[in-house]
């Protein structure tokens, strides 16, 4: 596998990137962006010396670090970033228009949240045919194109041309049954578009035969068994292909002197017997609303946790400028200050909360410090954060979102439906009550299946079903 990466130049497409570039006393400064996408991407393209093609956020910065709009990414290998930049009325139509209140909402199915305004509509082929564009301009015999989730569902449609590139898609959120997906006037020019990559590949089996089901209605020819497409005298391969984690960085750092410093720093600020840590971005797709709601139904069932067991929510804002997501935070805001009023005493409140974006290096000691990791997506692509959770943990427990990727995988974890209060609230107490020796099964065998379906098993069994189109 090693042998066709250096072979043939990868090239990955995405809309997000995965470093901002600042200077510092004229010294150029990286900054590690969050969000699943690329904190899973970025070590697997360390290892080989490709091209990662996404919007530059940060513009103004970056332009005074490179006039040809290409910075080297330096560690391990490393690789060449590349950053195209989106007007104003780009990023409202094309970013906050139709990638986050159609695409986004609907592949989630919060159909009701959807917008399905044209103009989006036609700001979204722009951007897709100016992504194509500037990969059209990079393009060298042999490359592998390697198209990244829901903004970019054109793009492939775009770059097919006879003799064209090898093209492939990895969709990182849900796809949804066709009953949500066909709501979008445009279903059937986006499936076409996508139908043009020659492998896709989505996270679970469930957003596999959504997908190849939403293909038939269409009109494309569906081998379910084979999960093989054929539309318009081509074919697309789709599979179910997990992503996984940089394992052995988790563990090397589970272990490392100065992290588990922090660690315990984090631990001594919290003068409670039990810690609790929830990090996500705000999103109405991540369950936080109903989670407060079963920590609220938590405390009045189990009142001897009351000063007891300390929640640490941390959020970090996302897509600010959608109305959505503003008024989902000042109910949030509510929320915490409600429950914090009705249970807090002397110097202890319940949650802890956090708004402002997440560092890594600050999120990763509340990882080892927690005594339970609360995972409740209203549903979710995959959850990296429940993988690495458990990666850097000796002691502690998951609970997890049934409706989370992650949940197909990981059966050690306990599973909970987020929409039913008493339920988690049980689950919560069940997690601080459970004993040592079932606390350290379940990690075992959950350290056992990260280890094995790690970052590279992805790269690789991605890489082997995709070259395979063409043998
Ligand atoms: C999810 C999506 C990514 C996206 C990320 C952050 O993980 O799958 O494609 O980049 O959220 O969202 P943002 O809108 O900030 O790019």
Known sequence: MEAEFSDRRLVLVSNGEPYKHHYVDD???????????????????????????????????????????????????????????LSQKEKDGFYYGFSNEVMWPICHTFISKANYDEDYWHSYQKVNQKYADNIKEELKEEDLIWIHDYHLALVPGYLKAENGPAVSMFWHIPWPAWEAFRTIPWRKEILVGLLASDFIAFHTDLFVYNFLNCAKKIGAEVDFENKIVSYQG???????????????????????????????????????????????????????????????????????????????????????????????????????????????????????????????????????????????????????????????????????????????YLDSAIKVNPYHREELADAIYQALEMDEAERKKRLKSAKEDLKYYDINWWRDNFLENWLDCYE
């Open 27 to 85: 010294e150029v400064k990286m900054e590690k962006l969050a969000g699943g996408l690329t904190t899973g991407l970025d070590p697997m393209m360390q290892d080989v010396n490709g091209l990662w093609i996404a919007w530059g956020r940060g513009e103004a910065d970056f332009e005074v670090v490179d006039q040809d709009k290409k910075i080297r990414v330096p560690d391990k290998n490393g690789y060449t970033l590349k950053r195209i930049n």
């Open 234 to 408: 081509s074919e697309t391969k789709v599979k179910s292909i997990p992503l996984g984690i940089d394992y052995q960085s988790f563990s090397e750092l589970a272990n490392d002197e100065d992290y588990l410093k922090k660690t315990e720093a984090v631990r001594n600020s919290y003068d409670t017997e039990k810690l609790i840590f929830a990090v996500d971005r705000l999103d109405y797709t991540k369950g936080i609303e109903e989670r407060l709601n079963a920590i609220d139904k938590f405390f009045a069932k189990y009142p001897e946790y009351i000063g007891e067991a300390t929640i640490v929510q941390r959020v970090a804002p996302s897509r600010t400028e959608v109305k959505e997501y503003q008024q989902m935070k000042e109910r949030i805001d509510r929320k915490i200050a409600e429950i914090n009023g009705k249970y807090q005493k002397d110097d202890w409140a319940p949650i802890k909360y956090f708004y402002g974006s997440v560092p890594q290096e600050e999120l990763l000691p509340y990882y080892k410090a927690a005594d339970v990791g609360l995972i409740t997506a209203s549903i979710d692509g995959m959850n990296l954060v429940a993988k690495e959770y458990l990666a850097v943990q000796d002691n502690g427990v998951l609970i997890l979102s049934e409706f989370a990727g992650a949940a197909q």
